[in-house]
């Protein structure tokens, strides 16, 4: 899945918790948070500390990957992105 931005990234996440049937406590219980912090992250994730979003990635079994803008278009002339940030 290719994320654009923060709020994507909080609604995927917010997605995946619910996928799995977890609520925010429970998240936030299994990686030392509190149930505001994912509360707030999944609201406002520019707001958010990185931390915070590392901690979620590991509370849901998930993991961050980067790719090369260049790469990505290479392999993905359908769908391409061209928004520079």
Do not use: Y
Not at 42 to 47: F, I
Not at 68 to 75: D, F, G, P, T
């Amino acid at each position: 899945m290719k994320i654009t931005s923060p709020h994507a990234l909080a609604v995927h996440l917010k997605d995946e918790r619910k996928r799995q049937s977890l609520s925010q406590a429970k998240v936030a219980e299994s990686v030392g948070l509190r149930q505001g912090t994912v509360s707030s992250f999944e609201l406002s994730p520019e707001k958010s500390q990185i931390d915070t979003l590392f901690r979620l990635l590991s509370a849901l079994g998930l993991e961050l990957s980067i790719k090369s803008k260049e790469n990505a278009q290479e392999n993905n002339t359908e769908h391409s992105w061209n928004e520079e940030w």
